[in-house]
């Protein structure tokens, strides 16, 4: 009982953070928003590996989140430079680490700290670029109603009718059942808000297109939730970290939105240029 409570209480308290990010529409606000998610992430990541014996270079990662506040802020070009220049340098930093010390920090752990800035912060911030868009805000509550509608459907069908594993390896609890339950709910819900925001918001939304997008990103929510699997499982751990009582750790949470913004995004930009 104070378990459910538990977790409960922290999903209403986070769900009324996001909210507020949303009402807001501040975005120094949504800069904070991500890089602390990305941060978060960051801690998380390099957690879930020390603990399997490794030891990523936890300071690259954290100081890649810092480009984030600086999108919509500076131009793109001014971003493109400062990464072009930090890339080479952080290269260089990685390596030159391994001989300081001594080895106890080898290529392994260099690849898991390259991977650890494209996990986290460079697909967290496809948040804030949904963020710059035109109907920005709508966009994100799209990617955000998409992963959770997905999850809690594909829980609740695959719970009660489950019977085909959907990765018997990486997540055994998840059947085909309830991941088709959770794409028939994500194309609901994303047809569902276009057709809110296009009826009372003025928005233009193409709502059949929009929908058949929403099993788009319900599957690549599901790959998203699947590849956070395959990190725990290999790493031995159950959760990422214990940050939100109930749930897990902030990349157990978005493990699905996450892979669901970019995606997103690409899309809105392939209609734009269309």
Known sequence: MKEGIKRITTGFVFMLVIISVLVLNNKVVDSIFVMLLSIAGIY??????KKKGYHPISFIGYLSCLVI????????????NILMIAIPVAIVVMFAYIVIRKLEVNIVDIAITVLSVIYVPFLFSFIKLLFLQENGRILVLIAFACAIATDTFAYEIGSRFGKHKLSPIVSPKKSVEGSVAGIIAAMF?????????????????????????GAVFSIVGQIGDLAASSIK????????????????GILDRFDSIMFISPILYVFIYLISIM
Request: proline share 3%; charged share 10%; aromatic share 16%.
């Open 44 to 49: 998380e990541y390099n957690r879930c590996f």
């Open 69 to 80: 506040p600086l999108m919509g802020v500076v131009s793109s070009q001014i971003i493109l």
């Open 189 to 213: 819900v994303t047809g569902f808000i276009c057709f809110i925001t296009n009826t009372y918001f003025s928005t233009e939304f193409n709502i059949i297109l929009m929908t058949i997008m």
């Open 233 to 248: 499982r290999f790493c031995g751990q159950k959760d990422f970290s214990n940050l939100l009582p109930g749930h897990g």
